[in-house]
């Protein structure tokens, strides 16, 4: 069973850049495809981005497409989210995930193929 803890966010200005990290411990992280999804009070959870097991497959969401890089790595079991030119509508809580896949090149794109949450860590950005 993994376990996954949200680092990185913050309170940043429309513009910004901004980092999350997300540590994973309790084995198999590499058996595991990992996504970043996020939620603001209210709505449902959003597709954010997800990694195969290889890093030789990514997807991002519509919403971020373009802004966002995903990236992982197998040997410290963590994996990193790259935001870029930050909008308002980016404010909202970030949560890692983890979905086991058979396929080292499957990316997971609903919620419901996650198996691991972390907690999520805040993003806010100001206007």
């Known amino acids: 069973q993994l376990h996954l803890v949200e680092s990185g966010g913050r309170l940043v200005q429309a513009g910004a850049s901004l980092r999350l990290s997300c540590a994973a411990s309790?084995?198999?992280?590499?058996?595991?495809?990992m996504g970043w999804f996020r939620q603001v009070p209210g709505k449902e959870r959003e597709f954010v981005a997800s990694?195969?097991?290889?890093?030789?497959?990514?997807d991002y969401g519509d919403s971020v497409k373009g802004r966002c890089t995903i990236s992982r790595d197998n040997y410290k079991d963590s994996v990193d989210l790259q935001l870029n030119n930050l909008k308002p509508e980016d404010t909202a809580v970030y949560y890692c995930?983890?979905?086991?896949?058979?396929?080292?090149?499957?990316?997971?794109?609903?919620?419901?193929?996650?198996?691991?949450w972390g907690r999520g860590t805040q993003v806010s950005v100001s206007s």
């Open positions: 995930a983890a979905g086991r896949t058979g396929s080292v090149l499957t990316v997971l794109v609903v919620s419901t193929a996650y198996h691991f």
């Open positions: 990694i195969s097991r290889n890093s030789g497959a990514v």
């Open positions: 309790g084995g198999g992280f590499s058996l595991h495809a």
